[in-house]
């Protein structure tokens, strides 16, 4: 299945290597923003979404080389169930600790972590010959050394999320040990069943108790909001050489009416420290910047008096993007 959804991501233009945020959240990737406002399902949807090639190639080996091991041992059924149970648990762990953030999260290392944690504990526990617990062993040196190798490359890794699946798949080797141990009157064919059955239905618990009721703090929503305003900013900047045309000029002010539609949106969010600067300060950078555009390309006034006012609004706007105002 992750192979399958990469191929489709690719066929429908997302860059193999290096692909956008964009892109990644229109797939189902995971965002807290998103989770809290009722897109519960990207918490399933991440498990199968790469962010390039190479976290594709690196998780599927990391998959075969410890899943082969554990699906031989406790069966398909419930090998796949183990990893969409890790996977939900680290995609709650990965937004709680991002829940304040705009960061999006994807890929299945959070369920393949889980693979591992269940896989190290059963591996631990289970009879074998020294032969193969050596070679079981080797094998996970040789996977952990490859992930080693690609987090130095890579620093945007979601560390809560590894964390998150493998604590989920320690416990549910331990629970597996356990049941396999304990002496229930059950038939061998059923219990995984029960497991399976039981570990979906807490972790479905955990899901809703997390998420029931919550959402979107101010902060998050200036972050959304802020996104979408460089989004039509930048749109601007594209087309603004081109503003003598007729096509381009409705197009600017379109993208300028959106942007004005943002900032009342803005200012009714209660931030604080930091967040509420930098909004006070967009907020008038903005308005002084529309102003600037109206003087510019739609206002009758004298061209002495624009010519006036546009320079008192250029310093202004000077003033703002300087280190102690908002970013250029």
């Known amino acids: ?193 029960l497991l399976s059955g039981s570990a979906l239905a807490v972790t479905l618990l955990v899901v809703f108790a997390t998420l029931f009721g919550r959402t979107p703090s101010d902060k998050q929503t200036f972050f959304q909001l802020l996104s979408k305003y460089f989004e039509h900013a930048n749109n601007i900047d594209t087309r603004l050489p081109e503003i003598e045309t007729e096509e381009t000029f409705n197009f600017v002010c379109a993208e300028i009416e959106e942007i004005k539609n943002l900032l009342p949106q803005m200012v009714a969010l209660n931030l604080t420290g930091d967040e509420e600067l930098y909004r006070n300060d967009l907020t008038h950078y903005s308005e002084l910047y529309v102003r600037r555009f109206h003087l510019m390309y739609l206002s009758d006034e004298i061209d002495l008096l624009r010519a006036v006012e546009i320079r008192k609004i250029d310093q202004e706007l000077d003033a703002l993007v300087k280190p102690e105002g908002i970013a250029d």
């Open 1 to 193: 299945l992750n192979l399958i959804i990469f191929t489709l991501m690719s066929l429908s233009g997302v860059p193999l290597i290096h692909p956008e945020v964009k892109d990644i959240l229109h797939w189902g990737g995971n965002s807290s923003y998103e989770v809290l406002s009722g897109e519960w399902w990207r918490l399933l949807t991440s498990l199968f979404i790469h962010i390039g090639l190479i976290h594709l190639l690196v998780n599927m080996y990391a998959l075969f080389s410890m899943g082969r091991f554990l699906e031989s041992v406790i069966g398909s059924y419930l090998f796949f169930v183990s990893y969409l149970v890790s996977g939900l648990i680290s995609g709650i762990a990965s937004f709680l600790f991002h829940q304040e953030t705009m960061i999006v999260s994807a890929g299945a290392s959070g369920a393949i972590a889980g693979i591992f944690g269940m896989g190290c504990v059963i591996l631990f526990t289970i009879p074998m010959s020294i032969e193969e617990r050596k070679k079981a062993l080797l094998n996970c040196m040789y996977v952990l050394f490859a992930n080693v190798m690609y987090a130095f490359k890579s620093h945007d890794l979601d560390h809560s999320a590894h964390l998150g699946g493998f604590a989920c798949g320690i416990l549910l080797g331990l629970v597996y040990y356990w049941i396999d141990r304990s002496g229930f009157a059950l038939r061998k064919k059923s219990w995984p069943h």
